[in-house]
């Protein structure tokens, strides 16, 4: 809380505190008797130097709110002092209105007082050197000391600050985009994390939905049907908790690589993957085009998860048949599922073979991120009747 009051601690009580001690400095000099300091005095009562003492001290007091003002009173008043004779304490305070004049005015009044003061330091010292010679010379050096070093003293101040705050502006803009990134690295995570959740319900609670369907429907809880659609829930019931399981670890373990951690799924898995569908209802026809080799963490699992979802939607919408081709190229591979749409139907929305099961559409989407991610391509849709997904992933060069 600021004090009240003019000498308070706000700027402007600051400056008239300094402009007050200024006063008293001068007039303890006034009366010690430090004037005139020059011959050409004229006549005149000593209580005439209290004048530009007076003006030259209130000069300072304007250093923040009127630079340019305080500037002009100090040298006005300091004119009129050497008229006097010169004082020492008016001069000295003026040096202080020289300094403040480069601190905290604008950069061409800086340098305008550098060009002055280095003008009349360098003036007066040809001057003495002609006039009287050698020794002459000195006669520039009050001109030096008292013009020329608070001006070089104020401008490197002013330097100073303004490199200072245009290093706090550099950190702070630093630390926005530091936040920036966090949050666009969390975004991405919780993305990440949705794709591999959607992906895990879709499939396995999706077989679950089908066949708990095809139990209630069974005439009479036929036994031999109800005991193969139970086994095939408990197996997808299973393996969706363990792939939940493995997720959730991965959210409590941050010193675990997400992508390392998720190669528990791969495309050498496809046969597990197949023969679940297969025995969730659904029919497929897998053909593997190249030679199989080990591929890129993120290419195998984007890969798996896109042939996942893939015949999961086939299992919800399609009419019980698929198509799958993995095919290895030299520095690619592309995954592609087709499957035929009953009735002509948009392979989006539920169908009778999906036993009326919704679809939200995100699983197209977190598709095609994968394949983008990884500078890939994705197309899905309808053609000739039957949905095909297509997805290319790079892998760089060849082996």
């Known amino acids: 809380m600021r004090m009240p009051g003019w000498a308070g601690s706000g700027r402007p009580g600051r400056d008239l505190a300094l402009a007050g001690a200024s006063l008293v400095g001068g007039l303890a000099v006034w009366g010690v008797g430090l004037q005139p300091q020059f011959p050409w005095a004229p006549q005149v009562s000593r209580a005439w130097f209290l004048l530009p003492l007076l003006a030259v001290s209130g000069a300072v007091g304007l250093r923040r709110v009127a630079t340019r003002t305080g500037l002009a009173v100090g040298t006005v008043a300091v004119l009129a002092d050497a008229a006097l004779g010169v004082s020492v304490g008016s001069t000295v305070i003026y040096t202080q209105v020289l300094y403040d004049s480069c601190v905290y005015g604008p950069p061409r009044l800086r340098r305008w007082l550098l060009r002055v003061t280095v003008g009349l330091s360098v003036g007066s010292a040809a001057l003495g050197l002609l006039a009287w010679g050698w020794r002459g010379a000195a006669?520039?050096?009050?001109?030096?000391?008292?013009?020329?070093?608070?001006?070089?003293?104020?401008?490197?101040?002013?330097?100073?600050?303004?490199?200072?705050?245009?290093?706090?502006?550099?950190?702070?803009?630093?630390?926005?985009?530091?936040?920036?990134?966090?949050?666009?690295?969390?975004?991405?995570?919780?993305?990440?994390?949705?794709?591999?959740?959607?992906?895990?319900?879709?499939?396995?609670?999706?077989?679950?939905?089908?066949?708990?369907?095809?139990?209630?429907?069974?005439?009479?809880?036929?036994?031999?049907?109800?005991?193969?659609?139970?086994?095939v829930i408990r197996e997808s019931s299973v393996q969706g908790l363990a792939e939940m399981r493995q997720?959730?670890?991965?959210?409590?373990?941050?010193?675990?690589?997400?992508?390392?951690?998720?190669?528990?799924?791969?495309?050498?898995?496809?046969?597990?993957?197949?023969?679940?569908m297969t025995g969730a209802g659904l029919r497929v026809r897998a053909t593997v085009e190249g030679r199989p080799r080990p591929l890129p963490v993120g290419v195998d699992?984007?890969?798996?998860?896109?042939?996942?979802?893939?015949?999961?939607?086939?299992?919800?919408?399609?009419?019980?048949?698929?198509?799958?081709?993995?095919?290895?190229?030299?520095?690619?591979?592309?995954?592609?599922?087709?499957?035929?749409?009953?009735?002509?139907?948009?392979?989006?929305?539920?169908?009778?073979?999906?036993?009326?099961?919704?679809?939200?559409?995100?699983?197209?989407?977190?598709?095609?991120?994968?394949?983008?991610?990884?500078?890939?391509?994705?197309?899905?849709?309808?053609?000739?009747?039957?949905?095909?997904?297509?997805?290319?992933?790079?892998?760089?060069?060849s082996p």
């Not at 959210?251 to 023969?275: S, Y």
């Not at 081709?325 to 002509?344: C, Q």
Request: contains cysteine.
């Open 139 to 231: 006669v520039g050096v009050p001109f030096a000391l008292l013009g020329v070093l608070p001006v070089v003293t104020g401008f490197s101040v002013r330097q100073y600050r303004d490199q200072a705050a245009a290093e706090r502006a550099r950190a702070e803009q630093t630390a926005r985009l530091v936040e920036l990134d966090r949050r666009q690295a969390v975004l991405a995570e919780r993305a990440r994390m949705a794709r591999e959740l959607h992906d895990v319900v879709a499939n396995h609670l999706s077989a679950v939905a089908l066949h708990a369907t095809a139990v209630l429907s069974a005439p009479g809880l036929d036994r031999p049907r109800v005991d193969a659609a139970l086994r």
């Open 247 to 276: 997720l959730i670890g991965l959210l409590r373990e941050p010193t675990v690589d997400p992508v390392e951690e998720a190669t528990r799924v791969r495309l050498d898995e496809l046969d597990r993957l197949l023969a679940r």
């Open 301 to 397: 699992l984007a890969a798996y998860r896109i042939v996942q979802e893939s015949l999961t939607n086939a299992l919800r919408h399609g009419g019980g048949t698929a198509e799958l081709t993995v095919a290895y190229r030299p520095t690619e591979v592309v995954v592609t599922v087709e499957n035929p749409v009953p009735d002509g139907g948009d392979g989006a929305g539920p169908t009778a073979g999906g036993a009326g099961l919704p679809g939200g559409g995100a699983g197209l989407i977190g598709m095609r991120e994968r394949a983008i991610l990884l500078d890939g391509e994705f197309t899905g849709g309808l053609r000739d009747g039957c949905w095909r997904v297509r997805a290319t992933l790079p892998t760089g060069t």
